[in-house]
């Protein structure tokens, strides 16, 4: 073993050479590491690296190389790898044209599939899911100078209204936790005065511009989780221009709502929606207002029907600007966000379930092993219910474990189709630690299609959230095949319940209309309503 220690110099020179950074090379397990020294100036680090490389050519001796990392320099590419729990994280360098972005990502994607590595996973259950690993897609500028959003302030109010107007963009493409207390939280999921400030902002922002610091002042406050970290919101500003010493003025703009997309093709689309909406908003600023959304943000557009409805907006929007874009690319965005579980048809009524959004609470914070932790109550779940073909409205009901689905006409769409939907909020597990501890699993979820007019049940199907067998599975699918066979023996069609069946009373829930909670009491048994408040 060689180790080779700095020098110190005897000799009187200036402050800045009394120390001078040496490289140590050391064997260790077998291998020979070599410990690259800092280098202030990239050229000295390059030359340095070379060095090592000419030298392992010529001596045919590999090394591990490891180290301080080269100094930052706008001229020089590179990718870092960090090793995260179950996942390994890749930053990708920055591309100046399309065609060089698209290479990148289908470079990365070919090694990793060579490498047994892949971006999507299956559950016990047999869930398709992504890796759980954020794809943040990041938009600049080749120099802080030539930031899109520095050289033009109202770029990234357009985007933050434009998103704000559109709740699909938040939801669609990120993961499975959502809400005030994920990892990209909307800015109107941190506070409930935050569009308030933010319509401030707005006003105080120039309309001939500002300064790089103005911009950041005016926003980096706003910008901000529930407890006023600016790095876990949707809208990251931490690498635009932040104050003096307190991080890197870049001309950044981190976009986090953006989970690993499982296929290239699926997160490049994703990629190129950014990229035109940033051009539209570039020639034609956005000046819609804000939206009090209020609880239809979680009650609404948790369900994949509005979510579909409002991208199509989106879309419709980006094609009225020259971008054609079309709804079909996203298809497959559609399908793994939001799977379907199952459907049944009788007497020409169709319902179908799929899986939903459910923005999970965090718990209060424990001590254990002298750590801090705050868990997450995953065990409540949320489904969407479609009813299709009841063009009679009166006529059929949906009920879930004896209480009545209270289903709402998809507007424009009821007279054509009969379609209606609704939420179906329940707790799909036990966990140790939970919201609510005293309201039990409502797993497996009964459903019936009842003709009110007969009184009669028309079909029923079951939906497990575990083996239908009520044993744990040992281990996760081995294929997609297999995956597919567990997700569909969830899913059950039963014959319809004899005898006359009277329909369910309808549940109103003034706060979140579109959704039946099932951890609510049924209205018979509920001790205490909660009033609306009065319109303004």
Request: negative net charge.
């Amino acid at each position: 073993m060689s180790d080779t220690l700095p020098a110190l110099s005897s000799t009187p020179e200036t402050a800045a050479e009394l120390i001078r950074p040496a490289l140590c090379v050391q064997a260790r397990e077998g291998r020979l590491h070599v410990f690259l020294p800092y280098a202030s100036n990239i050229a000295d680090y390059l030359y340095l690296a070379a060095a090592v490389e000419d030298t392992c050519q010529y001596r045919n001796q590999p090394v591990w190389l490891e180290g301080y990392a080269p100094p930052s320099d706008p001229r020089m590419r590179s990718f870092s790898l960090t090793p995260d729990p179950g996942v390994l994280e890749v930053n990708l360098p920055p591309a100046s044209h399309w065609e060089e972005l698209e290479r990148i990502n289908t470079v990365l994607f070919e090694e990793a599939r060579q490498n047994r590595l892949t971006a999507e996973k299956f559950a016990y259950d047999g869930s398709h899911l992504a890796t759980g690993g954020g794809s943040h897609i990041v938009v600049g500028g080749a120099t802080v100078a030539d930031s899109p959003f520095l050289r033009r302030p109202d770029l990234l109010r357009s985007m933050l209204t434009f998103w704000q107007n559109h709740p699909s963009l938040s939801y669609l493409f990120s993961g499975m936790y959502v809400g005030p207390t994920s990892q990209s939280p909307r800015v109107d999921e941190a506070r409930m005065d935050a569009l308030y400030e933010l319509e401030i902002a707005f006003g105080n922002l120039p309309a001939d511009g500002c300064t790089p610091i103005i911009m950041d002042g005016l926003f980096r406050n706003l910008l901000v989780d529930v407890t006023g970290n600016s790095h876990r919101a949707e809208f990251c500003v931490d690498k635009l221009y932040p104050p003096e010493g307190l991080g890197l003025r870049l001309g950044l703009l981190e976009l986090r709502a953006f989970e690993m997309a499982p296929h290239v093709r699926m997160g490049l689309i994703e990629m190129l929606l950014i990229r035109a909406l940033v051009c539209m908003f570039w020639k034609h600023p956005f000046e819609g207002g804000l939206i009090r959304w209020g609880t239809a943000l979680h009650d609404r557009f948790m369900l994949p029907h509005f979510v579909k409805s409002d991208f199509s907006e989106v879309l419709a929007c980006l094609r009225g600007s020259g971008y054609d874009f079309e709804e079909k690319w996203f298809a497959a965005h559609m399908e793994f966000r939001f799977p379907k579980i199952g459907s049944m048809v009788a007497e020409g009524v169709e319902l179908e379930l799929r899986e939903a959004l459910e923005p999970w609470n965090v718990l209060a914070e424990e001590t254990t092993s002298g750590r801090t932790a705050r868990t997450v109550d995953s065990s409540f779940e949320r489904i969407q219910v479609k009813l299709s073909g009841a063009t009679r409205e009166s006529r059929y009901v949906v009920a879930c474990n004896g209480r009545r689905v209270s289903l709402y006409p998809v507007e424009g769409s009821f007279r054509e189709v009969g379609e209606s939907v609704a939420g179906l909020r329940y707790r799909a597990r036990q966990l140790a630690a939970v919201l609510h501890p005293t309201i039990p699993v409502h797993a497996p979820l009964i459903f019936e299609v009842i003709d009110r007019w007969n009184e009669r049940s028309i079909a029923r199907c079951v939906y497990h959230v575990a083996s239908p067998d009520g044993r744990a599975y040992t281990g996760r699918p081995g294929n997609a095949a297999e995956a597919a066979e567990r997700r569909r023996q969830r899913f059950q069609i039963s014959h319809p319940a004899s005898g006359r069946i009277v329909a369910p009373p309808e549940e109103i829930n003034p706060v979140f209309p579109m959704t039946l909670d099932l951890r609510l009491p049924p209205p018979g048994n509920r001790t205490r309503v909660e009033k609306q408040a009065p319109a303004p």
